[in-house]
T-cell receptor
Framework: GESVGLHLPTLSVQEGDNSIINCAYS??????FIWYKQESGKGPQFIID?????DKRQGQRVTVLLNKTVKHLSLQIAATQPGDSAVYFC???????????FGPGTRLSVLP | GAGVSQSPSNKVTEKGKDVELRCDPI?????LYWYRQSLGQGLEFLIY????????KSGLPSDRFSAERTGGSVSTLTIQRTQQEDSAVYLC?????????????FGEGSRLTVL
């Protein structure tokens, strides 16, 4: 089944704090996951990806964690900055096709 | 530029009219996707093209929606007899299409408003 929903939760954090954005996926066959960032009026942009044979991957100020047991994905942003304010989407792709299924998205608001 | 290009960026139309939205993917990308994003909501998959294979149309919401991809490059999404609920941002994305990988590169979207 798909994990796409219609609700857009919001996360507010203070500038300089760490942010954790969560995503649940439903397809246990999915083996590739991506986090996207969408700023207002723009298309989504790639942040970081992870394969199912990994449980953690780090980028610049961002870390993605994958828990296959509970089908949960998280994005951690260190030292959150005003420019991080955006909607964040997780996406999954299974090994049998090319179709990406997007999560409902989380709006991150960074407070001064 | 070298990114995904969509046109028009904004389209206002009257209920019942047909509209065409265009997507020019990144050169060399074999996979092309259309998504719909209603205001403040997530991305709804519409259709997917991969090379010369038959497109995956499983996300098209009704037979008023159709898409084609000519020459494996430019794609056009057509909405016939538009309804107010069709108002949304229509996003196109392309990728290299290699099995098991594939960062999607998105365009800026076409914002459709049906009056």
């Amino acid at each position: 089944g798909e994990s796409v929903g219609l609700h857009l939760p919001t996360l507010s954090v203070q500038e300089g704090d760490n942010s954790i954005i969560n995503c649940a996926y439903s397809n246990s066959a999915s083996d590739y996951f991506i986090w996207y960032k969408q700023e207002s009026g723009k298309g989504p942009q790639f942040i970081i990806d992870i394969r199912s044979n990994m449980d953690k991957r780090q980028g610049q100020r961002v870390t993605v964690l994958l828990n296959k047991t509970v089908k949960h994905l998280s994005l951690q942003i260190a030292a959150t900055q005003p420019g991080d304010s955006a909607v964040y989407f997780c996406a999954e792709i299974d090994n049998y096709g090319q179709n990406f299924v997007f999560g409902p998205g989380t709006r991150l608001s960074v407070l001064p | 530029g070298a990114g995904v290009s969509q046109s028009p960026s904004n389209k206002v139309t009257e209920k019942g009219k047909d509209v065409e939205l265009r997507c020019d993917p990144i050169s060399g990308h074999t996979a092309l996707y259309w998504y719909r994003q209603s205001l403040g909501q997530g991305l709804e998959f519409l259709i997917y093209f991969q090379g010369n294979s038959a497109p995956d149309k499983s996300g098209l919401p009704s037979d008023r929606f159709s898409a084609e991809r000519t020459g494996g490059s430019v794609s056009t999404l057509t909405i016939q007899r538009t309804q107010q609920e069709d108002s949304a941002v229509y996003l196109c994305a392309s990728s290299l299409g290699t099995s098991g990988t594939g960062e999607l590169f998105f365009g800026e979207g076409s914002r459709l408003t049906v009056l």
